[in-house]
């Protein structure tokens, strides 16, 4: 295609925007809806995965030894560990610090330690895993390691929130799917009006030699320009929404720390603009295919 | 230049509407397709123009065989012939000027092309001071000559007109079939579909008269009706 047949092209697409300035709205604006609901769920899930990394920070699995274990055991047991194929890394944890951390967690009550010396704490060993599927046979071999007194793991934490992020993922997948789905039938449908309301423009292009291509492209072009502006309008509708509801979200739950909205923009922008123009370009093909035949 | 091939025409409805009709229309020619209502006369200018495809027979144009022309090539072949319409077919969005320009951009024409044979044609019908305006603002023999204008202004070898003159007054219609005399006198060969009895008969050139679907009268320099024919139905 020669430059000046690109540069008509997008002239027509524009004017024809303009020339249905209702019906574009009415698009732009069920397009911004979607990626607006879509740009939430996708926000909430940056922002789950963002406030439940400590999670995968905690040590998977910690060894305790018998308080009264004797150095030789303590020796062969590290020795053991640091050569384990499956253990990517372990911290010891010894007498001393384990008490220290007792003294400390303990806080204000912790003078029931009053009296009491390190000796009674246990030496542990916090074990991150190459491969958490090993999680298993590890457990079960150091459970019986001789002077071992339990093995214990907060794999189950872990899963349970990989499950809910998982959930997550597939549902707000899902929705995007069926959100994708409407709004590629709503502009389908609206740029239908157009293209009936232009039928018999289409026919006299094609009667005077106009190709497919040529009397497509317009009508693509009005639909990238719909789904764009929705996507620009529902960015900035999520903006305010995450600056307003950020701020209250953050108040009332200290606990949650929200992914700064610098970090997400660029992404959100590019995913709706991306979205928006498919959804746009499909809406206009899908509309215009019946009428190309003459 | 046009040529038809014991072509039958069925419609998807059980409609014969062309039934072993065969044809030959010289490079040159003006050619008047006469005929009642129903006769058929358009549906051989769809065949001519690749809108519907001939049930049996073969239509060749321009020397093309239209059976073996691809989906692909049909804007291309189309760009070759010009087409004028009872109801004018003009964009109403685009100006006068735009509307012939339009017909010159889909062919990805060098804009200095376009600034030279717009106004060319424009000048051509006659309508050089009417470039800016809107079709609804033109009368119907304006909108006609605009449409004769675009379908002359890609210089095409021959020119089909359906019923060009069938919501004109008798007065307007001899100017638009002046003008179409014009063009086939700079070389286009002319197909013109009509029911103006009074104007084929004056004008004295090649026709085809079709009745039911066939051919009852193919004659050089013919007139509407066979005169024996016509003074006897005559009033
Ligand atoms: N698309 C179609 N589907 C079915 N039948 C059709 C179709 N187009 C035309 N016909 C039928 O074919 C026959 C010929 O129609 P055509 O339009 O060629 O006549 P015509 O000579 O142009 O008539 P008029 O002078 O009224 O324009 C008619 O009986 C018409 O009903
Ligand atoms: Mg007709």
């Given at each position: 295609?020669?430059?000046?047949t690109?540069?008509?092209?997008?002239?027509e697409?524009?004017v024809?925007?303009?020339?249905?300035?209702?019906?574009?709205?009415?698009s732009?604006?069920?397009?911004?809806?979607?990626l607006?609901?879509?740009?939430?769920f996708?926000?909430?899930?940056?922002?789950?995965?963002y406030?439940?990394q400590?999670?995968?920070?905690?040590?998977?699995?910690?060894?305790?030894?018998?308080?009264?274990?004797?150095?030789?055991?303590?020796?062969?047991?590290?020795?053991?560990?640091?050569?384990?194929?499956?253990?990517?890394?372990?911290e010891?944890?010894?007498?001393k610090?384990?008490?220290?951390?007792?003294?400390?967690m303990?806080?204000?009550?912790?003078?029931?330690?009053?009296?009491?010396?390190e000796?009674?704490?246990?030496?542990?060993?916090?074990?991150?895993?190459?491969?958490?599927a090993?999680?298993g046979?590890?457990?079960?071999?150091?459970?019986?390691?001789?002077?071992?007194?339990s093995?214990?793991?907060s794999?189950?934490a872990?899963?349970?929130?990989?499950?809910?992020?998982r959930?997550?993922?597939?549902?707000?997948?899902?929705?995007?799917?069926?959100?994708?789905?409407?709004?590629v039938?709503?502009?389908?449908?609206?740029?239908k009006?157009?293209v009936?309301?232009?039928?018999?423009?289409i026919?006299?292009?094609?009667?005077?030699?106009?190709?497919?291509?040529?009397?497509r492209?317009?009508f693509?072009?009005?639909g990238?320009?719909?789904?764009?502006?929705?996507?620009f309008?529902?960015?900035?509708a999520?903006?305010?929404?995450?600056?307003?509801?950020?701020?209250?979200?953050?108040?009332?739950?200290i606990?949650v720390k929200?992914?700064?909205?610098?970090?997400?923009a660029?992404?959100?922008?590019?995913?709706?603009?991306?979205?928006?123009?498919?959804?746009?370009?499909?809406?206009?093909?899908?509309?215009?295919?019946?009428?190309?035949?003459? | 230049?046009?040529e038809?091939?014991?072509?039958?025409k069925?419609?998807?409805?059980?409609?014969v509407a062309?039934?072993?009709?065969?044809?030959?229309?010289?490079?040159?020619?003006?050619t008047f397709?006469?005929?009642?209502?129903?006769?058929?006369?358009?549906?051989?200018?769809?065949?001519?123009?690749?809108?519907?495809?001939p049930?049996?027979?073969?239509?060749?144009?321009?020397?093309?065989?239209?059976?073996?022309?691809?989906?692909?090539?049909i804007p291309?072949?189309?760009?070759?012939?010009?087409?004028?319409?009872?109801d004018?077919r003009?964009?109403?969005?685009?100006?006068?000027?735009e509307?012939?320009?339009?017909?010159?951009?889909?062919?990805e024409?060098?804009?200095k092309?376009?600034?030279?044979?717009?106004?060319?044609?424009?000048?051509?019908?006659g309508?050089?001071?009417?470039?800016?305006?809107?079709?609804?603002?033109?009368?119907?023999g304006?909108?006609?000559?605009?449409a004769?204008?675009?379908?002359?202004?890609?210089?095409?070898s021959?020119?089909?007109?359906?019923?060009p003159?069938?919501?004109?007054?008798?007065?307007?219609?001899?100017?638009?079939?002046?003008?179409?005399?014009?063009?086939?006198?700079?070389?286009?060969?002319v197909?013109?579909?009509?029911?103006?009895?009074?104007?084929?008969?004056?004008?004295?050139?090649?026709?085809?008269?079709?009745?039911?679907?066939?051919?009852?009268?193919?004659?050089?320099?013919?007139?509407?009706?066979?005169?024996?024919?016509?003074?006897?139905?005559?009033?």
């Open positions: 295609m020669k430059l000046r690109a540069k008509f092209v997008v002239k697409g524009f024809n925007t303009y020339r249905n300035v209702l019906m574009s709205l009415a732009m604006g069920i397009v911004a809806a979607s607006v609901i879509l740009g939430f996708w926000i909430i899930t940056v922002n789950i995965k406030n439940t400590f999670l995968k920070d905690q040590p998977e699995m910690q060894i305790f030894c018998n308080p009264e274990m004797d150095g030789h055991q303590l020796g062969m047991l590290e020795w053991t560990i640091g050569r384990d194929k499956r253990i990517k890394e372990y010891k944890v010894d007498k610090q384990a008490f220290e951390k007792a003294k400390e303990l806080g204000d009550d912790k003078d029931v330690l009053e009296g009491l010396d000796s009674f704490m246990p030496v542990s060993f916090i074990i991150k895993l190459n491969n958490s090993d999680y046979e590890v457990v079960e071999k150091y459970k019986n390691y001789p002077g071992v007194d093995v214990r793991y794999k189950k872990i899963d349970y929130i990989n499950r809910i992020l959930g997550l993922q597939i549902g707000s997948s899902l929705l995007i799917a069926i959100l994708v789905v409407i709004a039938f709503i502009i389908a449908n609206t740029i009006l157009t009936f309301a232009r039928r018999k423009e026919s006299i292009m094609k009667y005077i030699g106009a190709t497919d291509w040529f009397i492209l317009p693509i072009v009005e990238i320009i719909i789904g764009l502006i929705g996507a309008v529902s960015f900035l999520l903006f305010i929404i995450y600056k307003l509801g950020g701020g209250w979200v953050q108040n009332d739950f606990m929200l992914v700064g909205m610098k970090d997400v660029f992404q959100l922008i590019m995913v709706s603009c991306l979205l928006g123009s498919l959804v746009g370009a499909s809406g206009s093909i899908i509309s215009i295919r019946k009428y190309l035949r003459v | 230049m046009v038809f091939k014991t072509v039958v069925k419609y998807s409805n059980g409609t062309l039934n072993n009709v065969s044809f030959n229309i010289k490079k040159g020619d003006f397709l006469v005929g009642p209502s129903g006769s058929g006369k358009s549906t051989i200018l769809k065949l001519i123009l690749k809108e519907e495809e049930t049996e027979g073969s239509v060749f144009v321009n020397g093309y065989d239209l059976s073996v022309l691809k989906r692909k090539e291309c072949f189309r760009r070759s012939l010009g087409v004028v319409f009872q004018f003009l964009l109403p969005n685009k100006t006068v000027y509307n012939v320009e339009f017909a010159m951009q889909i062919t024409a060098l804009p092309e376009i600034r030279r044979q717009v106004p060319m044609a424009l000048a051509l019908v309508l050089s001071r009417k470039a800016n305006a809107y079709p609804n603002q033109l009368s119907g304006e909108q006609q000559r605009v004769i204008a675009r379908a002359l202004v890609n210089n095409p021959l020119i089909i007109a359906d019923e003159t069938g919501n004109l007054d008798p007065e307007t219609s001899w100017e638009i079939m002046k003008l179409i005399q014009e063009v086939n006198m700079r070389g286009t060969t197909i013109v579909a009509t029911h103006e009895k009074s104007i084929v008969d004056k004008m004295q050139k090649h026709v085809i008269a079709i009745e039911r679907g066939e051919i009852i009268r193919d004659q050089e320099k013919g007139q509407y009706e066979n005169e024996v024919k016509d003074s006897k139905i005559c009033c």
